[in-house]
């Protein structure tokens, strides 16, 4: 019988990264169809709940915020627009900059979708004591910084 290696028995197991993913994709895609009668998807929905705790935000300051690049934002923005959930103004002073916030039909979304949403983050939760949350979430924000290099 042939011995597996390391790659074909462990590299996904263990790897951080792809456990990660596999885990955020399987939250995203209940959250995806959660969100589903509002018509947005949960990276609208953060860069939303994003703009109410921060009003009168820039695009380049929301792209740092949520790990996002320039293109990526403008797109979401673009959208959010279109569907009328958040507004954007000039900024006073800079031609090429723009405040954006949150319209009041993006408001009343935000607070009706996060009532909802607040139970079952809480039951989520439940499955963990809140030290492990917090030991847990101080690790990603590890990872977050992590800057991975192949040399």
Known sequence: MEKKSFMDECLLDESLGFQINVTANALRNGFSQFLKPYSIAPEQFATMVMLKENPNVTQTEMAKKLFKDKTTITRMIDSLIKKDFITKEPVKDDRRAYHIKLSTKGLKTIEEVS????????????????????????????LQDFKFKLN
């Open 115 to 142: 009532e909802l949403v607040e139970p079952k983050i809480k039951a989520q939760n439940s499955l963990f004591k809140e030290e492990e949350i917090l030991k847990f979430l101080e690790m990603l924000k590890r």
